[in-house]
């Protein structure tokens, strides 16, 4: 398979027989290969060697390879009958070299040999370095193109692990006395492993009851390769390989014939093949994620590994895979792979390990018990921190490879790497608009109005909100209080307004503010003061100075009172007292810095990192999450 791009209009370009394709011809059908007269084989600079039609085809079968012509590692083997036995300076090396080393070793040993070789027909036809695009020959400049791609590392693993190696295979081959040593340099290796991963076929249908290996196919590799060729491969065990085009009735003359190697990635296409294709229909972002060993040990304990445990009806197929080493996939809107099952609309585009990922550390860093939630719908405060997390990640991977990319290419490696990178960003960048849209859709209304629905509030669309619900006289105190301390820490400034805010619902307890407290009530009770304080400055920062926010200079005392002298008055409202108790102005900071360490999530508002807290009016008769449709919208 050539390294031109795969183009399906090709009528323009100037094809022209070739010296080396008669010999090629010759070679194949004097060794029992069969070519079809109604094609024929040209070649120009943009796509090398190639097929045409010279008229439409009477037969589907325009190629057949026997096996004999194949050039593999088991050439070297004389135990093996099916295929032509070479005598090589490489025998002595069996079994020390891995095979795939060996087989390219095999191929540039057979190159030097020139006409000696019994391929040299097929070998001279291969295309040389020069005319590789795969990233394994890419230079500095060519690389710059694939910055902030997961194809970038993977071919500099790919190149360093080649040039082990061959230098393992030189000191074997030194050791053993191989004179070939000294005529293979590491661009050689790599030229033979491009031809192999450019052009080989598996053996498996062909050798079926040998290892797999992989062969050269002279002529059947020529085709080069279209997703909508309609094609048949037609393998007779231990005998030949023969390829079926079958729309050949419809050929005219001068067309370009292809061969269809199954629908592939950008990533495959350019790291195997040297090409991409622009638009590729299935092209996916990879992922790849492993579990710190404290959440691993986490989830193991709480059985989060068990099919039952997977949240939001999630596939459960990826608990049966290694999750360090498998590649996971993001899937852009109306792919033809479809996207994954899940309840929540926006984590569809996003493989279900990912999101089961993020779903254990927010019940780790909830500490929730799976009792408490209800695993296929967890609920809106879960549902919205695993959406935050998932955010927060696309973000950063966004960041590292923006949308434009400001260098044009000067070659065809820079081309097809810009056309592979251009892919990835706009996949990437997709699921995180589709997050963020998510999120924009609960974000509080800019006119400082009180909905009637779950909202997201930054700390000055809270004070704006809630205080302006408070007399004149007392709203303009929390202002003035942040003036005075000059409170710049977001998460300081939410457990001093929730403290502010129970203490005037403790005694307005009708008004919208106490409404808006219920929900919290219900997920996050009273902490007793055994519980004790892990955040000491906070916690004495709003003791000595929650005066200069409330328009009550005693609050703490003022709210121990209520708790001493609370009654209890027939109400359905979720409340934070149910008996009198003591020190409820102590338990009432505890309280609201457990909410902020819990409820408050990290969110990115016009630009900048806000902490955010996502507040729902309690209403007689509702579930909490009963307003809370935003999940579940398309």
Not at 30 to 57: T, W, Y
Not at 135 to 149: K, R, S
Not at 203 to 222: A, K, N, Q
Not at 574 to 593: K, Q, T
Request: charged share 20%; proline share 6%; aromatic share 10%.
């Amino acid at each position: 398979m050539s390294y031109a791009v795969m183009v399906e209009d090709s009528m323009s370009l100037e094809s022209a027989a070739h010296p080396k394709v008669d010999a090629l011809i010759q070679w194949f059908t004097e060794h029992g290969g069969q070519l079809s007269d109604a094609v024929q084989i040209a070649f120009n600079d943009s796509r090398g060697f190639h097929m045409r039609a010279v008229r439409p085809l009477q037969s589907p079968v325009v190629v057949t390879c026997p096996l004999k012509l194949t050039l593999s590692c088991l050439n070297l083997d004389p135990e093996q009958k099916h295929v032509l036995f070479v005598d090589s300076r490489l025998q002595p090396c069996q079994g020390k070299i891995p095979d795939h080393i060996l087989t390219y070793l095999l191929l540039i040993e057979q190159r030097n040999k020139g006409k000696e070789s019994p391929w040299h027909a097929y070998i001279a036809c291969l295309p040389g370095a020069e005319s590789m695009t795969t990233p394994l020959w890419f230079d500095d400049e060519d690389m710059a193109f694939l910055a902030g791609t997961s194809l970038a590392p993977a071919a500099k693993e790919r190149k360093s692990l080649y040039y082990q190696q061959w230098e393992q295979a030189l000191g074997i081959m030194k050791d053993a006395g191989v004179a070939l040593a000294d005529e293979v340099d590491f661009e050689s290796l790599l030229w033979a492993a491009t031809i192999f991963t450019s052009r080989a076929f598996i053996s498996t249908h062909i050798l079926p009851d040998h290892e797999t290996v992989p062969l050269l196919f002279p002529i059947v590799d020529i085709l080069n390769h279209s997703v909508s060729a309609k094609v048949e491969w037609e393998f007779q065990p231990l005998a030949s390989f023969s390829l079926k085009l079958l729309e050949g009735d419809t050929f005219t003359a001068g067309q370009e014939l292809f061969n269809n190697y199954a629908p592939k990635q950008n990533d495959e296409l350019l790291l195997g093949y040297g090409f991409c294709l622009e638009h590729n229909p299935i092209e996916q972002f990879p992922l790849k994620l492993a579990f710190p060993p404290m959440l691993q040990e986490y989830a193991e304990a709480m059985g989060l590994f068990k099919p039952e445990r997977v949240p939001f009806g999630m596939s459960t197929d990826f608990l049966e895979k290694n999750p360090n080493t498998e590649q996971h996939f993001l899937r852009a809107k109306d792919h033809p792979f479809g996207r994954y099952d899940n309840c929540v609309p926006f984590f569809r585009g996003i493989p279900p390990y990912i999101v089961h990922f993020f779903f254990i550390q927010t019940l780790l860093s909830r500490e929730l018990e799976l009792q408490d939630i209800n695993v296929q719908r967890p609920g809106a405060r879960i549902t919205l921190q695993v959406l935050t997390l998932l955010h927060q990640a696309m973000t950063q991977r966004s960041q590292t490879l923006p949308l434009s990319f400001s260098q044009e290419p000067q070659n065809d490696k820079q081309k097809y790497a810009k056309i592979y990178r251009d892919g990835q960003a706009k996949i990437v960048h997709s699921i995180r608009l589709e997050l963020q849209s998510a999120i924009d859709r609960i974000r509080a209304p800019t006119d400082q109005t009180l909905p009637k629905r779950g909202v997201l509030f930054t700390t000055d669309q809270a004070i704006a909100a809630l205080t302006a619900e408070l007399p004149i006289s007392k709203s303009q105190y929390f202002n003035t209080g942040i003036k005075k301390h000059n409170l710049i820490d977001e998460s300081l400034i939410w457990t001093l307004l929730l403290v502010t805010l129970v203490a005037h619902s403790l005694t307005h307890k009708e008004g919208p503010i106490a409404a808006w407290l219920c929900t919290l009530y219900t997920q996050h009770p009273l902490p007793s003061l055994e519980d004790g304080i892990e955040d000491a400055d906070t916690y004495t920062f709003v003791d000595e100075n929650i005066g200069d926010f409330c328009s009550c200079e005693d609050v703490l005392e003022m709210l121990d009172g209520v708790g001493e002298k609370f009654a209890r008055v027939g109400d359905d409202k979720p409340a934070l007292l149910s008996e009198p108790m003591e020190n409820l102005g102590v338990r009432v900071i505890m309280w609201a810095m457990k909410v902020v360490e819990r409820e408050v999530l990290p969110i990115l508002n016009d630009g900048v990192v806000c902490k955010c807290l996502y507040m729902t009016p309690w209403l007689s008769g509702a579930d909490e999450d009963e307003g809370d449709g935003w999940m579940y919208q398309e």
